[in-house]
C-alpha cells in the first residue's frame, strides 16, 4: 500500500499569516491532487498536478510537485478565515488515477 | 445542479440491520467509488466501479457489497450492520476523460448502535 503522509496534523494561525503543509511518500504517485473538506460536506477538489518539479497556483494558494513526484507541498499567503477547512492530499497511480490514496489531512483553522 | 447526490445524509442503524446507502450522478462520470472516512485514518476505499457492471475492491470492502446496473447509479449495501462500520461514507464519480480529480457527494453519517 503506497502510503501518503500529511503533516502538520493540526495548525491553528492568526489572519494575515503564511503557512505550509506537507504530503510525502516513499512511492512515485503518476499525479497528485489536493482537496479542501468544510465540515458536514465532501471534500472539493483545489488542483491536480502531474509533471515534476510543477508548480500551480490558485489565487492565495500555491501547489508544488517534488521533481521525484513523491512529495507534494500547499503554501497558503496571507491566510483569511475562509480558508479553514481540512486540506487532504490524494495520490493517482498510472492506469487507475480513479484509485486515489489520501493523506490523513492537515486540519487548518485560521482565526480572526 | 449537476454532481453526486447521496442520500441518505443521516442514518442511525441497529447491530445485525441492512441498509443501502445510495448514490447517483448526473455528470455521465464512467467512474464511481465509495470511501468511508474516520477520525485518524483519512479516507479509505471500501469498492469502485469503473462503468455499467463492473466493480471491484478497494482497501477496506469486508461487510459491504455493491452493484453498478447503470452509469448513473452506484448503491453501496450494508450487509449486517457493525459498530465498526460507524463512519461517514462518500460516494466519489470521476470522468475516464479527464483521468483525475473526483466530485464527490456531501456524505452519509451512519451510526451503528
Not at chain 1, 52 to 64: H, I, Y
Not at chain 1, 83 to 109: E, I, M, P, Q, V
Not at chain 2, 69 to 80: A, H, K, N, Q, V
Amino acid at each position: 500500500t503506497q502510503l501518503l503522509e500529511q503533516s502538520p496534523q493540526f495548525l491553528s494561525i492568526q489572519e494575515g499569516e503564511n503557512l505550509t503543509v506537507y504530503c510525502n511518500s516513499s512511492s512515485v504517485f503518476s499525479s497528485l491532487q489536493w482537496y479542501r473538506q468544510e465540515p458536514g460536506e465532501g471534500p472539493v477538489l483545489l488542483v491536480t498536478v502531474v509533471t515534476g518539479g510543477e508548480v500551480k497556483k490558485l489565487k492565495r494558494l500555491t501547489f508544488q510537485f517534488g521533481d521525484a513526484r513523491k512529495d507534494s507541498s500547499l503554501h497558503i499567503t496571507a491566510a483569511q478565515p475562509g480558508d479553514t477547512g481540512l486540506y487532504l492530499c490524494a495520490g493517482g497511480r498510472k492506469g487507475s488515477n480513479y484509485k486515489l490514496t489520501f493523506g490523513k489531512g492537515t486540519l487548518l483553522t485560521v482565526n480572526p | 445542479n449537476a454532481g453526486v447526490t447521496q442520500t441518505p445524509k443521516f442514518q442511525v442503524l441497529k447491530t445485525g440491520q441492512s441498509m443501502t446507502l445510495q448514490c447517483a450522478q448526473d455528470m455521465n462520470h464512467e467512474y464511481m467509488s465509495w470511501y468511508r472516512q474516520d477520525p485518524g485514518m483519512g479516507l479509505r476505499l471500501i469498492h469502485y466501479s469503473v462503468g455499467a457492471g463492473i466493480t471491484d475492491q478497494g482497501e477496506v470492502p469486508n461487510g459491504y457489497n455493491v452493484s453498478r446496473s447503470t452509469t448513473e447509479d452506484f448503491p453501496l449495501r450494508l450487509l449486517s450492520a457493525a459498530p465498526s462500520q460507524t463512519s461517514v461514507y462518500f460516494c466519489a464519480s470521476i470522468s475516464s476523460g479527464q483521468g483525475i480529480g473526483y466530485t464527490f457527494g456531501s456524505g452519509t453519517r451512519l451510526t451503528v448502535v
